[in-house]
């Protein structure tokens, strides 16, 4: 008896303890608009970053795409102290950042991340959802490269996203495609086929096909990579899609259960994924 009930003590010490309850606890306490969390987890589960918030696949996934006047327009120089006079709008990036604090735990890190470019006055935002233990594993994978900027497994993603933004086009490029858990050789084809555009502009776009792994949206269009045209798909672009297939049919079949004539309850939709991982 007395050890049958050491054992029904040690469970629940394992129950109260365990990562996704922790999770749960502390998102519920955060000040933030849990609503707006919700619909921008929503959109999230739904495209790629299924991929990132479910699975390893993609060490980063774009999550929601913003844009406001908030940026200097034809009129504003470099250096002008007084930019962005429309408090109004830096409330509703203020709501989304809250969003992306509180979801920010654990393995998961969510980054608003402003674009280098503006057009006429107003400035393009990207969220984006880092699973940062896959993250860390590629800046080591490919240390060669990401190691001029002295990035490191250590280095914080959004150091490392905000430097890569604002780089060059071509190491732009190439260092996104890794981050956004494209193969190797697909990051190649797309670096090297823009080389030759920028050699030649009057040249047309390098002929090219898709290989695409489809998410609850759709089956083409968002987790999606360039090969060279009459590409056969290779032994890893099958492994990623299969992996990607268990994953997105597991998605689909808890989803039902979250979703209400309101809307996906999509909060609590992501704990239950993860909470399938921690037991």
């Known amino acids: 008896m007395k050890q ?3 054992i029904l003590l040690l469970l629940v010490l394992i129950f109260s303890c365990s990562p996704h ?4 606890k502390s998102i519920q306490n955060e000040d933030y608009d849990k609503a707006l969390a919700d619909t921008v987890l929503a959109y999230a589960l739904d495209h790629e970053a299924l991929y990132s918030l479910a699975d390893t696949l993609k060490p980063i996934s774009s999550v929601q795409f913003l844009r406001y006047a908030i940026a200097k327009d034809s009129t504003m120089k470099d250096g002008d102290a007084v930019i962005t006079t429309k408090d109004s709008l830096l409330q509703k990036i203020e709501a989304y950042q809250k969003v992306c604090k509180a979801l920010s735990k654990g393995d998961f890190e969510f980054v608003l991340m402003p674009f280098q470019r503006t057009d006429k006055g107003t400035r393009n935002l990207e969220i984006y959802v880092v699973r940062k233990s896959r993250f860390a594993s590629i800046l080591k994978i490919y240390s060669s490269f990401f190691g001029q900027w002295g990035f490191t497994p250590a280095t914080k993603p959004a150091v490392v996203l905000t430097a890569v933004e604002y780089e060059t086009r071509l190491d732009r490029n190439r260092a996104y495609g890794y981050l956004f858990g494209y193969p190797a050789y697909a990051v190649d084809f797309f670096v090297e086929s823009t ?6 502009t009057a040249k047309k776009l390098v002929p090219r096909d898709f290989f695409a792994i ?6 083409s269009g968002y987790f999606t990579y360039a090969m060279p045209k009459g590409y056969q798909a290779t032994a890893t672009d099958s492994a990623i899609y299969k992996k990607a297939m268990v994953t997105l049919e597991k998605y689909k079949a808890i989803r039902e259960k979250y979703s209400t004539p309101q809307g996906l309850k999509a909060m609590k939709l992501w704990m239950k994924l993860n909470e399938s991982k921690d037991d």
Do not use: H, I, M, T
């Open 4 to 6: 049958l009930s050491f």
């Open 214 to 219: 489809p998410v609850y949206a759709g089956n």
């Open 21 to 24: 309850r922790s999770l749960q």
């Open 195 to 200: 080389k030759k555009q920028e050699a030649d």
